[in-house]
């Protein structure tokens, strides 16, 4: 008594609302796993693929899947359309699905192909990260020869069609059942070769040069950002598109300021007779200098926001502040005269010769009793 079919949709192990890109995932999968290629001799690792294959061959294709959706394998055997079919173009199928399995080039090898991209590191400053700049850079880049036009056929030659593949670049390979595509040996999947190759590209149809190319720094750059100038990439293959250059850019430290996204940071010192009696000093904002008033008593580590003197944000959405950091100078170089000031300064205020505050003497004893 014969055995009822298994369902196709649970033999790729996928819901009935899967996609066709879902399926030939699933179907990858399982051939993989269960190619008679990889288990020589496991009949039931052989099944398992011809199962696999049959539900793939109904499933991806919409009017199959229609009826067995609607009526099950008695409707795809009253259409005619039930079991497995190496006529039913398995053979394009297997090739397209698993050209890198086998090792083989792409059937599609002789047709235009995009260029590759490049990558280019840039250093540029503080400044010009913040203000934007146009630099000209200089890349090694394959680009198309111009004695053969990317051809790769000596000038008043031409490529000839290969007689193995006869131009298709694929030749039929017996794979245990079925015959499956795989790159033509003789032309390497081009379908055709050249007899006489191009003196300046020896064939390849690209020529290494340097060439120095523009690259506008938007302003508001950042350490790490990247910056894609299309087309300015690799040549293509074959009358292909370019591919595009990424800049990655370095910012170089700057003496003064810090960035913090958009906002800046800058450290200024003042001695400590400044902090305790207050004063106005200059201080470095990115497009000169700006008067900063510092009061009396201000405290090391104090920090004044000068709004929108940051940066330009990229999305055009905000400029950032600049923060001051104030840094209280202590004098490490005293004479007599100056030590017995500060001696009658602190009497005169009631202290001891101690820089600790009374506060943080009495919160460091009462952490030290717990």
Not at 72 to 89: K, P, T
Not at 98 to 119: I, Y
Not at 148 to 173: E, M
Not at 342 to 366: D, H, M, Q, R, T
């Amino acid at each position: 008594m014969p055995q009822p079919k298994k369902d196709y949709y649970e033999l790729l192990g996928v819901s009935r609302q899967v996609t066709l890109e879902e399926i030939k995932k699933a179907y990858r999968k399982c051939a993989l796993a269960h190619h008679p290629d990889k288990n020589p001799g496991d009949k039931k690792a052989e099944e398992k693929f011809k199962e696999a294959t049959e539900a793939y061959q109904v499933l991806s294709d919409p009017e199959k899947r229609r009826l067995y959706d609607q009526f099950g394998h008695e409707g795809l055997a009253s259409a005619g359309m039930g079991g497995f079919s190496d006529a039913a173009g398995f053979g394009d199928i297997f090739s397209d699905i698993f050209e890198d399995f086998f090792g083989g080039a792409s059937r599609t090898k002789n047709r235009p192909r995009r260029g590759g991209d490049l990558q280019y590191e840039l250093e540029i400053s503080f400044e010009e990260a913040v203000f934007g700049v146009e630099k000209s850079i200089e890349i090694p880049r394959e680009e198309t020869c111009s004695d053969c036009r990317g051809d790769g056929a000596k000038p008043g030659t031409t490529r000839k069609t290969c007689s193995v593949c006869h131009g298709s670049g694929q030749v039929l390979a017996s794979s245990g059942f079925f015959s499956i595509s795989r790159p033509c040996n003789r032309c390497r999947g081009d379908g055709s070769f050249i007899e006489h190759p191009c003196v300046a590209c020896h064939g390849a149809g690209r020529v290494p040069v340097k060439r120095k190319i523009p690259a506008k720094i938007p302003a508001g750059v950042d350490n790490g950002s990247r910056l894609r100038i299309s087309g300015e990439g690799e040549a293509g293959l074959r009358g292909g598109p370019r591919g595009d250059l990424y800049v990655d850019i370095y910012v170089t430290a700057h003496d003064f300021f810090e960035r913090k996204g958009i906002n800046i940071l800058c450290e200024v010192p003042v001695s400590f007779v400044q902090a305790a009696l207050g004063v106005e000093i200059e201080v470095p904002v990115l497009m000169g200098t700006t008067t900063l008033k510092i009061p009396a008593g201000t405290q090391a580590g104090k920090i004044f926001k000068l709004k929108g003197k940051g940066i330009a944000s990229l999305d055009g959405q905000g400029i950032g502040d600049e923060e001051i950091r104030i840094l209280v100078e202590t004098p490490t170089h005293l004479s007599e005269k100056q030590k017995e000031l500060l001696k009658e300064f602190a009497g005169l205020s009631g202290e001891k010769v101690n820089p600790i505050s009374s506060s943080f003497v009495e919160k460091l004893k009462a952490l030290f009793k717990k």
